[in-house]
């Protein structure tokens, strides 16, 4: 089901952990299949990323799609990090079945959740989470049906 490389990145994760000294903190989730993602942005003065970390309970698609999405933007200006899309993590890991690809949206999005957070810290707007119109994260994918247990659905 997965390639070598997706394997390698699940089995010997890069940059799993948090951040003390994160200036930038995003968390998303997938209701439907229970993925949470959490990346920690260390930005310095010149918007390059100096450190990178995330925190992911998932599958072995979505460990391994947060660990190249680190590996990817280490080093990135946050404009340039904020040019990856999923596309570009699922590629960069060779690939990923259709059924797994919402993992890399997931690190998309948790990518740019945690950049979002460090902009409206810097400029001391920090405030709920709401889409500030830097990217098409928050408008480009349709929602997921929401998933009710079988024992929590009500007869008809």
């Given at each position: ?21 994160a ?38 698609a ?31 890991l ?63």
């Open positions: 089901m997965y390639n070598d490389k997706v394997v390698d990145y699940f089995m010997n994760p890069r940059n799993v952990g948090s951040l003390d000294a200036n930038g903190i995003g968390e998303v989730g997938n209701p439907r299949c229970g993925d949470v993602m959490k990346i920690y942005l260390d930005v310095d003065e010149n918007e390059i990323i100096r450190d990178v970390k995330f925190e992911t309970f998932g599958c072995a979505a460990i391994a799609t947060s660990s190249m999405a680190t590996e990817m933007v280490k080093g990135m200006t946050i404009d340039e990090a904020l040019r990856i899309t999923n596309k570009d993590v699922a590629s960069e060779g690939g990923l079945p259709p059924q797994k690809l919402h993992c890399s949206l997931l690190a998309e999005e948790a990518l740019r959740a945690a950049i979002l957070d460090y902009r409206s810290r810097r400029n001391g707007t920090r405030t709920a989470p709401v889409c500030a119109g830097c990217c098409n994260a928050c408008t480009e994918y349709e929602e997921e049906e929401r998933y009710i247990p079988e024992t929590s659905r009500v007869a008809d």
